[in-house]
């Protein structure tokens, strides 16, 4: 449940910059039709739905340039391997202050059978589906109210139903839906508002609103979810609105826009995310926007389309990792820009850990082989296997020595925060002492007795990493 829980929180988060970039881009195209910021909501509703997106140089998410899942196009921006840490380790975003807090934290709050992320985590899944079914329960009922309160409802024709017990005009149903109006409405005030129900019917709308309300119900906890709902209802309105206009002609506009406040002011509380209610909310705006509509020119509307089109497939593209476009930077045999790229504040993140590892050199004749994490409780420990074809590298006065990882170890405690212990097993397969296994540790401990100080403040930069290196390679 907690990886379905990081999955959403992750698409949520991303449908949240997603959203910023639309409600920049429904500002800046307010002068146009409203079914055009309408369609732009959609780009929204692919975030929220679909983990995984194809790339593209084109992309709003390049300015903030999140983390891919390694192997897919899925992004990333909380990991989904948090659950399984088993070291409590707080990452507040700047190194200097983590490592702080993780330094002063009580050890029984660090040192737990059952980790303080995975704690962290079980509790917002909980919250999550809580508040989930609430808001889901909430709306079923309020739609079941709704029924029975139309159901003596007195067809006039069609799927136009007339009743007393609703004050304003809305549709209802999803597999056949009808258009229920209140008692006494005057037949020049119906034309135009069945029309603009009708029009709900057509573009099914009646399916879009619920869809999209079942959507919010999932990511409630986000309030930029709230806001984009209720911008594309008001949205849906406008455009239905401007539908009626241009069909209608002009000379409406004054009737229409009486009627919409009329109707608003005696509407009976229906719920919103339900019924697609006439005069719902958004008063004020609709009927300035009414008054405003100008049909515009068939060139204008291809400019327009273009313009969403392109917006949606920004909106929609995963960025481009910038690792495929640029150079690595490599310093005696390390690739800083990787190294520095994938230090982390704890050893259990397999994947930073395995960039570590693949951005540093290795001793000729030596493959590697895997690698083993210990997280369980302290020390934590990173076990590198590797496989030796050739000994030459790595022999010291005829016995096999461990002085060639010792440059590689002295890094990776510097760019892993919590790690105690670095470790390299050679299995031989030179085939002169086959089966034999060598295992050399490197303690940070150890290391720092050595250096003098915590090795760790040379990871803060990629000039820091650079010094670190001269220095082990001076001595």
């Given at each position: 449940?907690?990886s379905?829980?990081?999955?959403?929180l992750?698409?949520?988060?991303?449908?949240s910059f997603?959203?910023?970039?639309?409600i920049?881009?429904?500002?800046?195209?307010r002068?146009?039709?409203?079914?055009?910021?309408?369609?732009?909501?959609?780009a929204?509703?692919?975030?929220?739905?679909?983990p995984v997106?194809?790339?593209?140089?084109?992309s709003?998410?390049?300015?903030?340039?999140?983390?891919?899942?390694?192997?897919?196009?899925?992004?990333?921006?909380?990991?989904?391997?948090?659950?399984?840490?088993?070291?409590?380790?707080v990452d507040?975003?700047?190194?200097?202050?983590?490592?702080?807090?993780?330094?002063?934290?009580?050890?029984?709050?660090?040192?737990t059978?059952v980790?303080?992320?995975?704690?962290?985590?079980?509790?917002?899944?909980?919250?999550?589906?809580?508040?989930?079914?609430?808001?889901?329960?909430?709306?079923?009922?309020?739609?079941?109210?709704l029924?029975?309160?139309?159901?003596?409802?007195?067809?006039?024709k069609?799927?136009?139903?007339?009743?007393?017990?609703?004050?304003?005009?809305f549709?209802?149903?999803?597999?056949?839906p009808?258009?229920?109006?209140?008692?006494?409405?005057?037949?020049h005030?119906?034309?135009?508002?069945l029309?603009?129900?009708?029009?709900?019917?057509?573009?099914?709308d009646?399916?879009?609103?619920?869809?999209?309300?079942?959507?919010?119900?999932?990511?409630?906890?986000?309030?930029?979810?709230?806001?984009?709902?209720?911008l594309?209802?008001?949205?849906?309105?406008?455009?239905?609105?401007?539908?009626?206009?241009?069909?209608m002609g002009?000379?409406i506009?004054?009737?229409?826009?009486?009627?919409?406040?009329?109707?608003?002011?005696?509407?009976?509380?229906?719920?919103?995310g339900?019924?697609?209610a006439?005069?719902?909310?958004?008063?004020?705006?609709?009927?300035?926007?009414i008054?405003?509509?100008?049909?515009?020119?068939?060139?204008?509307?291809?400019?327009?389309?273009?313009?969403?089109?392109?917006?949606v497939?920004?909106?929609t593209?995963?960025?481009?990792?910038?690792?495929?476009?640029?150079?690595?930077?490599y310093?005696?045999?390390?690739?800083?820009d990787?190294?520095?790229?994938n230090?982390?504040?704890y050893?259990?993140?397999?994947?930073?850990?395995?960039?570590?590892?693949?951005?540093m050199?290795?001793?000729?004749?030596?493959?590697?082989?895997?690698?083993?994490?210990?997280?369980?409780?302290?020390?934590y420990?990173?076990t590198?296997?590797?496989?030796?074809?050739?000994?030459?590298?790595?022999?010291?006065e005829?016995?096999?020595?461990?002085d060639?990882?010792y440059?590689?170890?002295?890094?990776?405690?510097?760019?892993?925060?919590?790690?105690?212990?670095?470790?390299?097993?050679?299995?031989?397969h030179?085939?002169?002492?086959?089966?034999?296994?060598?295992?050399?540790?490197?303690?940070?401990?150890?290391?720092?007795?050595q250096?003098?100080?915590?090795?760790r403040?040379?990871?803060?930069?990629?000039?820091?990493?650079?010094?670190l290196?001269?220095?082990?390679?001076?001595?």
């Amino acid at each position: 449940m907690t990886s379905l829980f990081l999955s959403i929180l992750n698409m949520s988060i991303t449908a949240s910059f997603v959203a910023v970039a639309v409600i920049i881009a429904r500002f800046i195209l307010r002068r146009a039709p409203k079914i055009f910021s309408y369609m732009l909501w959609s780009a929204v509703a692919i975030r929220l739905l679909i983990p995984v997106s194809f790339t593209s140089n084109f992309s709003v998410l390049r300015l903030i340039q999140p983390r891919t899942l390694a192997g897919t196009n899925v992004v990333e921006f909380v990991a989904r391997d948090m659950g399984m840490q088993k070291s409590a380790v707080v990452d507040a975003g700047m190194r200097e202050l983590s490592h702080i807090i993780n330094t002063t934290m009580p050890a029984a709050m660090k040192v737990t059978s059952v980790s303080l992320m995975q704690i962290i985590l079980w509790i917002g899944c909980i919250v999550w589906v809580t508040g989930a079914t609430i808001f889901l329960l909430y709306s079923v009922i309020s739609y079941l109210k709704l029924l029975a309160k139309v159901s003596t409802a007195t067809l006039v024709k069609d799927n136009i139903y007339e009743t007393d017990q609703v004050a304003t005009p809305f549709v209802c149903g999803f597999l056949k839906p009808k258009i229920y109006v209140p008692s006494g409405m005057s037949e020049h005030e119906l034309s135009y508002i069945l029309l603009h129900e009708q029009t709900h019917i057509r573009r099914r709308d009646y399916l879009i609103k619920p869809f999209a309300f079942l959507m919010l119900v999932v990511h409630w906890f986000n309030p930029l979810m709230w806001l984009s709902y209720s911008l594309m209802s008001k949205d849906m309105e406008m455009s239905c609105d401007e539908s009626v206009v241009g069909k209608m002609g002009d000379q409406i506009k004054k009737s229409y826009s009486t009627s919409l406040l009329f109707l608003a002011m005696s509407r009976s509380g229906l719920v919103s995310g339900s019924p697609l209610a006439f005069g719902e909310r958004n008063v004020k705006a609709r009927i300035k926007n009414i008054l405003a509509y100008r049909q515009p020119s068939s060139q204008k509307i291809a400019c327009y389309v273009l313009v969403i089109a392109v917006l949606v497939v920004g909106c929609t593209a995963n960025p481009k990792p910038l690792s495929q476009t640029s150079e690595p930077i490599y310093y005696s045999e390390y690739q800083i820009d990787k190294l520095m790229k994938n230090k982390t504040l704890y050893v259990g993140d397999a994947s930073k850990v395995g960039g570590l590892i693949s951005g540093m050199p290795k001793p000729e004749g030596i493959q590697g082989n895997g690698i083993a994490l210990q997280t369980i409780a302290p020390p934590y420990g990173l076990t590198v296997h590797y496989i030796m074809d050739d000994a030459t590298a790595v022999t010291r006065e005829g016995a096999i020595s461990g002085d060639a990882f010792y440059l590689n170890s002295v890094l990776l405690l510097s760019l892993i925060d919590n790690v105690d212990s670095i470790t390299h097993s050679i299995a031989d397969h030179t085939g002169r002492y086959d089966g034999a296994v060598y295992s050399f540790t490197f303690t940070k401990e150890r290391v720092e007795q050595q250096l003098g100080e915590d090795v760790r403040s040379y990871a803060v930069d990629e000039a820091g990493l650079r010094r670190l290196i001269d220095r082990l390679e001076s001595n």
